[in-house]
């Protein structure tokens, strides 16, 4: 069974522009959650979609947003990059909403310069 | 709002050595997950609880729910199992999961 694949892996931005990062979960699983890390905050939670839902967010301003697609891949897209948005974006996904083993994509790795 | 504390924050060990990593949370959780992160980014979970103990290989994970405390243990350490590791708390409220809250983690090295 294939694991989280995360796309792309790499990519540097400059300040004002626009990225949306890709996530497609494990098959048959319907939970995608998004998480930035940085070294300042370490890991936070943005956002978890369920069946196409969001189901919450976390304390994220207005730029960060994403959509899960009826197949459960899933997109999140940040507008007017910031240098301080420069941080590993990891997805993971699980089989239910809650009480389920969650596993990890690699991450994506996002530059602002 | 759940706080979640790791400790130590920094753990250099000998092979061979038994390895305790602390993790504390202010409010009552549905689960705890234990995480490894090795360089290079990629996580994989270790363990998840919601009550008493649970054992994988060398790795122990136990939880106190009543004292809201968990600890994992690396028994017979090996140079591989240097790597960071995260605990995070998990909180299902019914109208919409809370998200995962994460520790800072604790970043073992284990020497030969």
């Known amino acids: 069974k294939a694991g989280v694949t995360q796309t792309p892996r790499y990519l540097i931005k400059t300040r004002g522009q626009q990225v949306t990062l890709s996530c497609s979960p494990i098959?048959?699983?319907?939970?995608v959650s998004w998480y930035q890390q940085t070294p300042g905050q370490g890991l936070q939670f943005l956002f978890e979609y369920f069946s196409e839902t969001q189901r919450n967010k976390g304390n994220f301003p207005g730029r960060f947003s994403g959509r899960q697609f009826s197949n459960s891949r899933s997109e999140m897209n940040v507008s007017t990059l910031e240098l301080g948005d420069s941080a590993l974006y990891l997805c993971a996904s699980r089989e239910g909403r809650a009480g389920n083993t969650i596993y990890f994509g690699e991450g994506s790795w996002l530059t602002v310069v | 709002k759940n706080e979640v504390e790791q400790s130590p924050q920094n753990l250099t060990a000998q092979e061979g050595e038994f390895i305790t990593i602390n993790c504390s949370y202010s409010v009552g959780i549905s689960a705890l997950h234990w995480l490894q992160q090795h360089p290079g980014g990629g996580i994989v979970s270790l363990f998840m609880?919601?009550?008493g103990k649970k054992k994988h290989g060398r790795l122990i994970a136990t939880i106190n729910i009543q004292e809201k405390h968990s600890s994992l243990h690396i028994t017979a350490s090996h140079p591989r199992d240097s790597a960071v590791y995260i605990c995070a708390s998990y909180m299902y409220s019914g109208g919409g999961a809370d998200g995962l809250t994460f520790g800072k983690g604790t970043h073992l090295i284990i020497q030969p």
């Open positions: 609880l919601s009550s």
């Open positions: 098959s048959g699983h319907r939970s």
